[in-house]
């Protein structure tokens, strides 16, 4: 999660994609204003972004949680 770190006023969230071997092989991110992205929305969006990446890295072959 960064906020106001390269951008003023940007708010970016990501979570890893693993494959079977528990290497990294991606990401799915969600960037915006952080007008639009209060804390509760980041909270949210964090939720479902590991809840996604999960599903995917299991298709991978994970057997781990990937780290948020």
Do not use: H, K, T
């Amino acid at each position: 999660m960064s906020r106001d770190e390269l951008i003023q006023g940007a708010v970016a969230i990501a979570a890893a994609i693993l494959d079977g071997s528990g290497q990294v092989v991606g990401s799915l991110g969600i960037f915006g204003p952080s007008v639009r992205l209060p804390d509760s929305r980041v909270q949210e969006f964090g939720r479902l972004l590991v809840r996604e990446v999960s599903d995917v890295s299991a298709s991978l072959g994970s057997v781990r949680p990937p780290l948020s």
